[in-house]
Structures are given as C-alpha cells and as structure tokens.
C-alpha cells in the first residue's frame, strides 16, 4: 500500500496538537482579567464602566466561543477533507474495525501531456484487471470485485473496513461489479481525485469566493446563484437567459431522483470536469482516458462505422455523446448488452431510430446542418470529456451534452 502513516493521523496529530496550544493559550488569556477583577476588588479601583464592559466582554465571548470555534473547526476539516481528496467521513462511522487508507497524492502533469496520444483503431488492447485485492493483496478468485475503469479488484469486506462501502450499497455492487454496467472503485468514482494541487487549489478558491460550503447539498437557487457568481466573476456580465437555462437543464441531469437537490458529491464532480474541460486541452484529457476506456470506445466506433471505412456521421457521433457515453440506469444490470454500448439504448440512440421509434429527433439536425464525417481521433476527441464524466457510480449526468 506504500505508506505507513496516512495524511488523515498526520492532521489529526496536528489538530490535537493545535487544541492543546489553543487551549493553553486561552488560559493565559485569562490570566490578567483574573488579576485585574482580584485587583478591583480589594482596592477599589476599577471604575463602573471598565466592570460593565469586562463583564459584557466575558458574556459575549464565553458561550459563543465554543460554539464559533467547533463551527470554524469543522469548515477547516470539510476544506482539508476536499483538499485531500479524501471524501466525507462521516463521524458516526465505527472506526473500531477499520482499515486506515492510503494517502493519496494528486496526479501531475508532464511535458508531454498536450501533445496527441496515439491511440490505434486497428490495435486492440488486451484487459487484465490485477490478481490480488488492492486493500488487503490477497488473492481470492471470484469472490474480487473489478473496477469497470481501471485494474484494481477488491473484496466487499475489505471496501467496508475501509469505510467505502455501506450496506446500503453493498447489494448494487454485488449485482453491477460482474455485469456489463460495472461498478467505479473509490479512485475512479471520484472525478476530484484527476485535478492537479493546482487545479484543486483554484477549485477550492472559486467555491469560497462563491460562498459554497463544502459537504452540503444544493437546491436549484443555490446552484443557479453559484454559476451567476461564477459567470459574472469570469466575464464581468450577467449570464444570458439562455445560459440560465442550460444551467437549470444541468442541475435537473445532476438530480434524477427529483430530490430537490443535488449531492454534494455530485457537484463536486460535475465542478471538477468543468475545470479539466476549461483548464486541459483535449490531448491532455485523452491521456486520462484508461484501457478499459479506450477499449469501450474502439468497439462503440466500430460498431457505428457499418461500411468500415473509417468513418461515421457527424449525428451519429453526437448520438454516441448522449447515449454510449453517459450514465449507466441502474436497471440495466444483464449482461445482455453488447460491449459496443457502453451506456443504455435510449429511444434517442442509434440502434432505436433504425426501428423507427424516433426517427423526428435526427431529422432537424439533417436538414439545418451540413453532413459531416467523423474519423477515429476525432471521435476520441469530441467525446473524451463524457468518458471521464460517465465514471461515477451515481445515477446523475455529470455533464449535460448540447441538445
């Protein structure tokens, strides 16, 4: 696992550390006003309005003190939880039993990154996902659990040691980890985890300045008065009515259930693609792309290019970014979907308007547009940002295509 003390005991070490100080400090504190009211009451000196305002002082300070300092604690460990890449922790999770995990260190970026990868049509990669549990590296066979996006298996006991796995979940995991749905590890579920130090220190800026407090849900208002803030901050103008729009589209992709609201969580990622689409050129994002990945994709091009040449429409390739590339529904859990389909066949997708359910929905795209093909890069290019954003196992759209 690589380490033997996690950054989580490093800053609990320290935030002991720092309450000790604190505390030791606020006696010292309190010190001379001790002194002075023994003072005032032997010799008479203070004066009547020196008393009220020490004692006013003193009320003013001593309930709300506690209760300021354990909020602006809380806010400091939401903020280094974020930072980290760690996730909530919940503080009513029992950690009797539980596995510390790794500290994680975020990715960076090299010289090479903006320049095109090369990613073969023709060649085909070959998926080996690692033998033994990334956690405990004990090999079990069929009781290991895959990741769909990376190599890494796990045990389901050791994903609860480890606080990632709840019981809520563990029935989900158990049915999509084996199923052409799959199921995300903690690394690859957390879109976070792909910004640089740097990147992250902007994120973290941007939502401060906004007055966004982490690890809370938003509603509509919160969310569509963070993106004015956001837009004006960036540009020095309101947002247009027709931004405002694809905003309030946006938030309803990020709450399917209808909540009310969206996880925190969710946001999260949905900010943080956001940020590699506006930040990384696309050559840099398909670097991030894995094999599993890259594989997906292959077989989701080969099967639009029906004549094998090398080429698909234009409405195709856009089809492809709403449906191959997006979501996974929790009730495709069969293996009865071929490989080629990475996401579920919507009434939109290909394969259903060859069946004539919803042929109207090409046809105005036919007639305003001029056909465009599509070769194999810039397919991979065009829809990099929706492979990324499709690898959370949460029900929402982390990234709303364009109608």
């Known amino acids: 696992m690589g380490v033997l003390m996690s950054r989580r005991q490093t800053v609990e070490r320290v935030q002991k550390v720092s309450l000790a100080v604190s505390a030791f400090k606020d006696g010292l504190r309190e010190q001379p006003s001790t002194r002075r009211r023994g003072e005032a009451g032997t010799s ?59 500290a994680f260190i975020r990715p960076k970026r090299e010289l090479h990154d903006d320049e095109p990868p090369d990613i073969s049509l023709e060649q085909r990669e070959q998926i080996v996902n690692d033998e033994m549990c990334e956690i405990c590296e004990v090999w079990t066979a069929e009781s290991l659990f895959p990741c769909r996006i990376c190599p890494r298996v ?21 049915e999509t980890a084996h199923t052409e749905t799959g199921w995300s590890c903690y690394y690859c579920d957390n879109l976070n985890l792909l910004l640089t130090e740097e990147e992250m220190y902007s994120l973290m800026e941007t939502l401060k300045n906004c007055k966004i407090i982490p690890e809370t849900c938003l509603t509509l208002d919160d969310f ?29 992709a990020l709450d399917p259930d209808k909540k009310g609201h969206i996880e925190w969580q969710d946001f999260l990622s949905h900010e943080s693609i956001q940020l590699l689409q506006k930040l990384r050129p696309q050559n840099a994002l398909l670097r991030l792309l894995t094999p599993k990945e890259r594989e997906r994709a292959r077989a989701a091009f080969l099967a639009l290019d029906q004549d094998n040449d090398g080429f698909i429409g234009e409405g195709e390739c856009r089809q492809a970014r709403h449906t191959w590339f997006r979501k996974h529904q929790k009730e495709m859990l069969s293996c009865n979907v071929s490989i080629s389909h990475v996401g579920p066949i919507s009434e939109g997708s290909p394969a259903s308007s060859r069946n004539g359910k919803s042929p109207e929905k090409i046809l105005p795209a036919t007639k305003q547009e001029e056909p465009r093909t599509v070769d194999w890069p810039s397919f991979l290019r065009e829809n990099v940002t929706y492979i990324l954003a499709a690898r959370p196992n949460s029900a929402a759209l982390h990234l709303q295509p364009p109608a």
């Open 44 to 102: 008479r000196r203070g004066t009547l309005e020196q008393e009220v305002q020490e004692g006013e002082e003193e009320a003013s300070a001593g309930p709300s003190q506690p209760e300021e300092s354990s909020a602006s604690a809380s806010a400091k460990a939401a903020w280094e939880r974020l930072r980290d890449g760690r996730g909530v922790e919940p503080e009513e999770f029992d950690r009797a039993n539980r596995f510390t995990p790794p």
């Open 154 to 174: 796990y045990h389901d006991g050791c994903l609860r040691r480890m606080g990632y796995l709840q019981k809520d979940s563990t029935v989900e995991v158990t």
């Open 224 to 252: 569509l008065r963070y993106k004015h803030l956001l837009h004006k901050q960036q540009f020095e103008k309101p947002m247009a009515e027709a931004q405002e729009e694809q905003a309030a589209l946006q938030f309803n």
